[in-house]
T-cell receptor
Framework: DGGITQSPKYLFRKEGQNVTLSCEQN?????MYWYRQDPGQGLRLIYY???????QKGDIAEGYSVSREKKESFPLTVTSAQKNPTAFYLC????????????FGEGSRLTVL | AQSVSQHNHHVILSEAASLELGCNYS??????LFWYVQYPGQHLQLLLK??????LVKGIKGFEAEFIKSKFSFNLRKPSVQWSDTAEYFC???????????FGQGTTLQVKP
């Protein structure tokens, strides 16, 4: 079945450690996105990419990094510079033609101890 | 800067009441607009989308939204809500200039039986 796979679903890390969240899609979508969801703040865009080897910062990119070496994959690294990394992270993809609604993964919940 | 604003953060209605949730965007160029719903404990689900054509868009579960370009608005409506509509609702928009897709802060709807 086509879809978006995020892993891991739950992740615990100590302060000061970098962590990488995986996002893979087999929908043949050109665009991929990373959002952070916090209660009362909606979904805030971290990074997005519309084409391989190119990506743009979203509204809260500080302390995060991404890569887009393959069309199917868009991993997110939460670095030790991110001041409040504990959150629910959602990956999404879309076409860039037409309405381009987002298809979401199931999310990754990161807890920094 | 591109933004999407939702006016109501928390709405409480009785069953059979009519619903209207406000959404405004600030974008240049052509916009694609969306409403997503997140039921308690579940993932985001697309309610409806506007791409072009008829500004009155009908979605799932009896929801509709009207794109009013002159007001930069895309309000969500439902004539008669049910207890099962209790959820968080997110408005989102993408500018064709940048491809950036951002969300409003969300509106929590509580429907009392």
């Amino acid at each position: 079945d086509g879809g978006i796979t995020q892993s891991p679903k739950y992740l615990f890390r100590k302060e000061g450690q970098n962590v990488t969240l995986s996002c893979e899609q087999n929908l043949n979508h050109d665009a991929m996105y990373w959002y952070r969801q916090d209660p009362g703040q909606g979904l805030r865009l971290i990074y997005y990419s519309q084409i391989v080897n190119d990506f743009q910062k979203g509204d809260i990119a500080e302390g995060y990094s991404v890569s887009r070496e393959k069309k199917e994959s868009f991993p997110l690294t939460v670095t030790s510079a991110q001041k409040n990394p504990t959150a629910f992270y959602l990956c999404a993809s879309s076409t860039i033609q037409g309405p381009g609604e987002l298809f979401f993964g199931e999310g990754s919940r990161l807890t920094v101890l | 800067a591109q933004s999407v604003s939702q006016h109501n953060h928390h709405v409480i209605l009785s069953e059979a009441a009519s619903l209207e949730l406000g959404c405004n965007y600030s974008y240049g160029g052509t916009v694609n607009l969306f409403w997503y719903v997140q039921y308690p404990g579940q993932h985001l689900q697309l309610l409806l989308k506007y791409f072009s054509g008829d500004p009155l868009v009908k979605g799932i579960k009896g929801f509709e939204a009207e794109f009013i370009k002159s007001k930069f608005s895309f309000n969500l409506r439902k004539p008669s809500v049910q207890w099962s509509d209790t959820a968080e609702y997110f408005c989102a928009g993408r500018s064709s200039n940048t491809g950036k897709l951002i969300f409003g802060q969300g509106t929590t709807l509580q429907v009392k039986p």
